[in-house]
């Protein structure tokens, strides 16, 4: 029964400081609501809008990937060209499939004269 007497004052202090906690909390609320849409409507606008720079980005990077498979097209055709030269039939086969790839490709890699 003392030790609860003596824990008394204590429990009342902790209490105190928790009952004024929840009333700040309730008091900054809307505060903190608002503060929350207005991040959140940032966010999707962010993600809405893009800048000229990261359409410049994205353009560039889809470019650069479509030289690097005409790139690749070409040397598999030159390899598969060559085998076919040497009667493999087979390659014939894989050179015009990857000659009609590169022809859909080059459409779409833009040319630079030297």
Do not use: H, W
């Not at 990077?61 to 030289?67: A, D, F, M, S």
């Not at 690749?72 to 009609?100: E, H, M, N, T, V």
């Amino acid at each position: 029964m003392r030790l609860a007497l003596a824990a008394m004052p204590f429990a009342v202090l902790l209490l105190s400081g928790c009952i004024a906690k929840s009333a700040f909390d309730l008091a900054t609320m809307p505060v903190r609501a608002g503060a929350q849409a207005v991040s959140t409507t940032a966010g999707v606008y962010d993600r809405v809008t893009v800048s000229q720079s990261e359409r410049d980005q994205k353009l560039g990077r889809k470019i650069r990937q479509r030289e690097e498979r005409y790139g690749r097209l070409s040397r598999d055709y030159g390899r598969a060209d060559a085998k076919c030269r040497k009667g493999d039939d087979d390659a014939c086969d894989d050179a015009r499939r990857i000659y009609g790839e590169l022809n859909d490709l080059r459409a779409l890699v833009p040319y630079e004269p030297d």
